[in-house]
């Protein structure tokens, strides 16, 4: 079984304790490879050799990192199929899903920052005084699983273009994508000790990574409970902290808007990457005397398109839960909800696989918004209907959460428009909107801080200084 070590300094290096932890296929439950289990001496070296690159990586002009990450993201381009395959294998998605929503997002997002970053001005003149912005130092970059691959560019991209080095510790259950994001970054050539990693658990290398007296800054993507714990730590070594952190997002279709759309929107969230996404609409806010035909068309959508299975298989729609941790918590999420009388509409049912981690999706009815499943981020593929009576009870209840991450309003482009500016969240997609790699992206209230995707998101990284200078 092949063994896969840190890179630090430019060199794959062995984890000083020689502990290595199994990475297991949640498909099919067996374990294809090892990767080291770093102690905090490794995080040390690696945190030391980011600190003894930034001085030179920072002086560098835009334009030569710029370059830098162009070749990075060339790559990745030409090694698109052999990532997404990874992907399917240590995480679970459908590989026609990996294929666009996690390789092909991160390619789309990352081409558009290094675009937009040719026309930014790291220098301004304001009379005698010369603006400038740079790097802080050394980025400790803290990502979760269930983007392994765009979670680290959505970090790696503006802090590396905004002249901060970076020391990238991937979640423990996804690592290999991360892996061959470094092969692929060993042979573009950056500068030692530019770009580092370290494997290892969150509780451990993680945390000690994000309280390192050395480290600038904390980019950390993952749950709003760890993410508080990150906050309180940072704020004791005075650290600038990024946070995308938790969800619980509501779709507000309203009456004369397109129903069929609104379903295949939430379902769609719900269903693609086993609905463990952040962003996934999993609240459908509905007018109550149209909850019959909502119903009737979630069991058509559903009847016609969910295929749970193999995700290496280009029909699949829904595979596994990440780990048997994660399938045990999403079927608790389903019980409580029966348990709070919610009725399930459809799902609920063992899948007829025999190994791996999957669970059914599953829509709740008669959901009222006190209950936890409409309040807590479950983080797998269970939907709730909640009804409404009117357009301001509808606000109120998408309102009425500790996230605001993002969301949705189907119904007639006036009346989507606004409601979409009175609802407390950093994302709303009206109608048929898509997604703008340019666009900011981040939350409201407990779901974090800072904005990631284009010059929003470089601007996090940039320290600026004033020089005021004789007339």
Same mark, same amino acid.
């Given at each position: 079984?092949?063994?896969?070590?840190?890179?630090?300094?430019?060199?794959?290096?062995?984890?000083?304790?020689?502990?290595?932890?199994?990475?297991?296929?949640?498909?099919?439950?067996?374990?294809?490879?090892?990767?080291?289990?770093?102690?905090?001496?490794?995080?040390?070296?690696?945190?030391?050799?980011?600190?003894?690159?930034?001085?030179?990586?920072?002086?560098?002009?835009?334009?030569?990192?710029?370059?830098?990450?162009?070749?990075?993201?060339?790559?990745?381009?030409?090694?698109?199929?052999?990532?997404?395959?990874?992907?399917? $294998?240590?995480?679970?998605?459908?590989?026609?899903?990996?294929?666009?929503?996690?390789?092909?997002?991160?390619?789309?997002?990352?081409?558009?920052?290094?675009?937009?970053?040719?026309?930014?001005?790291?220098?301004?003149?304001?009379?005698?005084?010369?603006?400038?912005?740079?790097?802080?130092?050394?980025?400790?970059?803290?990502?979760?699983?269930?983007?392994?691959?765009?979670?680290?560019?959505?970090?790696?991209?503006?802090?590396?273009?905004?002249?901060?080095?970076?020391?990238?510790?991937?979640?423990?259950?996804?690592?290999?994508?991360?892996?061959?994001?470094? $092969?692929?970054?060993?042979?573009?050539?950056?500068?030692?000790?530019?770009?580092?990693?370290?494997?290892?658990?969150?509780?451990?290398?993680?945390?000690?990574?994000?309280?390192?007296?050395?480290?600038?800054?904390?980019?950390?993507?993952?749950?709003?409970?760890?993410?508080?714990?990150?906050?309180?730590?940072?704020?004791?070594?005075?650290?600038?902290?990024?946070?995308?952190?938790?969800?619980?997002?509501?779709?507000?279709?309203?009456?004369?808007?397109?129903?069929?759309?609104?379903?295949?929107?939430?379902?769609?969230?719900?269903?693609?990457?086993?609905?463990?996404?952040?962003?996934?609409?999993?609240?459908?806010?509905?007018?109550?005397?149209?909850?019959?035909?909502?119903?009737?068309?979630?069991?058509?959508?559903?009847?016609?398109?969910?295929?749970?299975?193999?995700?290496?298989?280009?029909?699949?729609?829904?595979?596994?839960?990440?780990?048997?941790?994660?399938?045990?918590?999403?079927?608790?999420?389903?019980?409580?909800?029966?348990?709070?009388?919610?009725?399930?509409?459809?799902?609920?049912?063992?899948?007829?696989?025999?190994?791996?981690?999957?669970?059914?999706?599953?829509?709740?009815?008669?959901?009222?918004?006190?209950?936890?499943?409409?309040?807590?981020?479950?983080?797998?593929?269970?939907?709730?209907?909640?009804?409404?009576?009117?357009?301001?009870?509808?606000?109120?209840?998408?309102?009425?959460?500790?996230?605001?991450?993002?969301?949705?309003?189907?119904?007639?482009?006036?009346?989507?428009?606004?409601?979409?500016?009175?609802?407390?969240?950093?994302?709303?997609?009206?109608?048929?909107?898509?997604?703008?790699?340019?666009?900011?992206?981040?939350?409201?209230?407990?779901?974090?801080?800072?904005?990631?995707?284009?010059?929003?998101?470089?601007?996090?990284?940039?320290?600026?200084?004033?020089?005021?200078?004789?007339?």
């Amino acid at each position: 079984m092949k063994k896969y070590n840190n890179f630090i300094n430019g060199v794959w290096t062995a984890p000083t304790n020689n502990e290595y932890k199994e990475v297991e296929n949640p498909t099919t439950e067996e374990t294809f490879a090892q990767v080291a289990y770093s102690a905090n001496e490794d995080v040390d070296q690696a945190v030391e050799a980011a600190k003894t690159a930034f001085p030179a990586w920072n002086n560098l002009s835009l334009e030569e990192r710029t370059g830098y990450v162009e070749k990075l993201l060339a790559e990745i381009k030409a090694h698109k199929e052999e990532i997404r395959d990874i992907i399917v $294998e240590e995480f679970g998605a459908a590989k026609t899903f990996s294929e666009s929503g996690q390789v092909g997002l991160a390619i789309d997002e990352m081409s558009a920052t290094v675009e937009a970053i040719k026309d930014y001005n790291l220098t301004q003149q304001i009379g005698n005084t010369k603006v400038i912005k740079e790097g802080y130092g050394v980025v400790a970059a803290i990502t979760p699983w269930n983007y392994p691959l765009n979670q680290i560019q959505r970090k790696i991209t503006p802090a590396l273009l905004a002249g901060n080095t970076v020391v990238v510790k991937p979640a423990s259950d996804t690592p290999l994508t991360a892996v061959k994001l470094f $092969e692929l970054a060993e042979k573009v050539g950056f500068p030692k000790g530019v770009f580092n990693l370290i494997l290892g658990s969150g509780s451990g290398a993680g945390n000690y990574l994000a309280e390192h007296e050395d480290v600038a800054v904390v980019s950390f993507t993952g749950s709003t409970e760890v993410g508080q714990g990150l906050y309180e730590n940072a704020a004791k070594g005075i650290k600038h902290i990024i946070l995308e952190l938790g969800g619980k997002s509501a779709l507000v279709y309203l009456p004369g808007g397109d129903l069929s759309f609104a379903v295949k929107k939430a379902m769609g969230t719900i269903l693609n990457n086993q609905g463990q996404t952040c962003t996934a609409l999993t609240r459908l806010l509905v007018p109550k005397d149209e909850l019959a035909d909502v119903e009737a068309e979630v069991k058509s959508f559903y009847e016609e398109n969910v295929v749970i299975g193999d995700p290496a298989d280009p029909n699949t729609l829904v595979g596994p839960m990440v780990s048997a941790n994660q399938k045990k918590t999403v079927l608790e999420y389903i019980e409580k909800g029966k348990a709070e009388g919610a009725k399930v509409l459809v799902g609920d049912k063992k899948p007829a696989i025999e190994t791996g981690h999957f669970v059914t999706p599953t829509v709740f009815t008669n959901v009222t918004n006190d209950m936890t499943i409409a309040q807590e981020e479950i983080f797998g593929p269970v939907l709730v209907i909640i009804t409404y009576d009117t357009e301001e009870e509808a606000i109120e209840i998408a309102n009425d959460s500790i996230y605001g991450l993002s969301g949705a309003v189907v119904g007639p482009t006036e009346d989507a428009y606004k409601v979409a500016k009175q609802l407390r969240t950093g994302n709303i997609f009206v109608n048929k909107s898509e997604r703008n790699p340019l666009a900011p992206f981040g939350g409201y209230k407990q779901s974090g801080l800072g904005r990631e995707n284009g010059l929003f998101g470089v601007e996090d990284y940039l320290e600026t200084k004033a020089i005021f200078l004789e007339d």
